[in-house]
């Protein structure tokens, strides 16, 4: 073989090599687009985090079945991020030992074939490692597009659903409310004849007020409250309702333009005639309101469920 076709066969044969380990280093990207102007990161860290928010509670089973396939693809991202990071810290130790290598291949008598330099190898492993870092951010970012499709065009069912949901939770909250005054009023009268059989014949000392709150101690109601007034425990209760309403019921107008809620008119809100049919509405909304709030803590009714609830 002349000298020109040896050259050349040695060239070819470390060209090969080089495209082998070209291909070894990329052959984990998989169908992932290899293009840097392709593999950008399509959405900001805002955008991403906005787009991967999940509900608290319910779980709609396509929607969780995308979730899935998110959080597949955000493993597979922290996996190219670890590898990332292994392979700048093997190209950063590359220069050090590259040159041990050589120091050892010297101080051997430089016996054998120079020791290669690394760090050529060490860079290209990095930066297939950077690209498979940008392509599985793509991915991430491209089932996240998927899962915002799905609720775009999923959301008047899943606002019926969470509608739905939301009325169940009050009704529950409010049922437990109605029976507090009940479940107190049993306690009071637990209260009064532990008093009895421990005062009897004497009279008991009353030096409380058994319909506040806490008595009327002003202690324990600084502590829960936050005020030194006396609170009433029927107005503690209406508390507790109103806030189920308030949750059930307040947005902000951005909400509730997202939520094609058309609010109500009513003299709180602007000046309405007696005679105008909402403020008619208002009012028969309000005397409903305060109906069952009397109802809640008629004394007869709470014996009565007091009576209804002993052995």
Known sequence: MKPNESLEAAAASAMRADIAKTKLN????????????TAVRELTEEE????????????????????????????????????????????NRAPEEDARRLADWLGGGEKGERPPAERYERERERDAARLLVEAAIVEVDRALERRLQHVEGNRAKMLADARRDVGEARQRLQAHAEALPALRQALLDSRENLLWAASFPERVEGFVSPTAVALGLVAPVKKALGTNARV??????????????????????????????????????EALWDDDPDNVAWKRRELERARQ????????????????QRP
């Not at 209760?237 to 008119?265: C, H, M, T, W, Y």
């Not at 709030?293 to 209804?308: K, S």
């Open 26 to 37: 990329l052959r984990s990207v998989g169908h992932l687009p290899l293009d840097r102007e």
């Open 48 to 91: 991403r985090a906005l787009r991967d928010s999940r509900p608290k509670t319910r779980r709609w089973r396509a929607l969780e079945k995308l979730d899935q396939e998110v959080d597949r693809m955000k493993a597979r991202q922290e996996a190219a991020g670890a590898r990332q990071q292994e392979a700048e810290a093997a190209l």
């Open 232 to 269: 009433e425990y029927a107005a503690l209760v209406q508390a507790l309702n109103e806030d189920a309403r308030a949750i059930a019921e307040a947005f902000s107008d951005a909400q509730k333009g997202q939520l094609g809620i058309a609010e109500p008119r009513s003299p709180e809100k």
């Open 293 to 308: 709030l009397a109802e809640w803590h008629d004394p007869e009714r709470l014996a009565a469920e007091v009576r209804d």
